[in-house]
């Protein structure tokens, strides 16, 4: 009996080693990448194909916004699980076959905590399959260029030709932040409400310990090792640091430590932004497919999707917002002297003039829609829609405070330039459409900078939320800074 229990335990202990042996033969790979301008500071075994574990879920969250931003999907869907996503295993949500859960929650737990039920629900959700749902996410990361990439699944769970590498996954997570800033937020969150619980975020050491670190995605499995795509800013620098085959959680945030210290150290302190390209990607029955060079000017783009970019409560801000500017420089609260030449009452409208103004809501949403994907900067392989031109009769841009339930900060950020007052009034507007949840709580202001110009800010912010705002601001290209206000 005792030999049999002696006999076990060896058996036990061969496999831990085993095991752990396994892990430290993991290949190691790591890039480091000015992510203003794509410039690479450090590569080592940087092509080499290797298990990019959960990273892989990048790109199965690039997808999903990219569906959302579409109007092909709505945060509010209800998806049923299935068998095959609740059969996942960990790490994982918890999701139960038949069951219906909002789309919402599912990007939350693949993006917090790296579920693979919640991966799996999200591809079929999107391609009806996760297979199916694999080869688009190998289209795209061609169409990015990540020539080495291929995804076998939604997850990243090991399996014969998922196989990926340091480069490209920097390419992913660099695209990632440029595409959809919006949604950034969401890789630095320490944890969050997925629905059937309070998920955790897997890389919440590395942002506790490290300053400025923002996301992005860790991976682990046996064959790849402990794997980590991160990013951090420092002003106006950010650098994004790709590594694959750490030995350990702390090994491997150790050294992307060091690799984001290099980074910083390396790359200047000021550069041009270089936007990636912006795909075209469409929709899941004709295929994920880049237009060539060669394609006609106008894409098959899909139409905006119907809903608002902004709630409904959001939507009376709007209303309200074209009455009432705070153009002083005490924070005092006045009514703008174009309000009656705009024909709008000094009163809440209804009736009518309520619909009116909801219509005006509705094409300013289209249009911030439209200026946040449209690109700065194209390569030639790439065929993309040209801008547009913005709307320049929009209404006069008026204070108003989003949230009023948190005390006001002693920071803000300030917007380039000085413009005529209706100039500075509309890149105020449409600022705050398109950085909506960055600039939540913050005041429009005005502040007379000579000769009949203004210069426009957003007040009332912490420390940490000016600079959120301005880093989410710079990577749309508009230039702004961040200031004490009555400091």
Known sequence: MVGQAFRASLLALGFFISMVATVQAAPYAALVLDARTGEVLHAENADT???????????TLYLAFTEIKAGRMRVDQKITISNYAASKPPSKLGLRAGQTIEFRYLIRAAAVKSANDAAAAIAEAISGSE?????????????????RTTFRNASGLTQKGHLSTARDMAILGRQLFFDFPEYYNLFSRRSTDAKLKVVYNTNRRLLAAYEGADGIKTGYTRAAGYNLVSSARRGSERVIVSLFGGRSVATRNARVAELMDLGFKEMPSRAQIVRPSRLLIAAPSSGYAVASARAPARSTRPVARPQLLFTPAEREIVIASIQKIDTSASGKTVVADQAQSMGAPRSLPTGARAQQLEDLALALDRAAEEAAIVPDRTPADFAIIPPRPRPENLPVAKTIRLAASKPAGDFGVELGGSWSRPDAERLLLRTALQELEALEGSQRRLMPSGGGRYRAQFVGLTRTEAETACARLSARQTECSVMSVGG
């Open 131 to 147: 297979p199916a749902f694999a080869r688009r996410m190998t289209e795209v990361a061609r169409a990015m260029g990540m020539s």
């Open 49 to 59: 194909r290797l298990h990019p574990a959960s990273l892989t879920k990048m790109m």
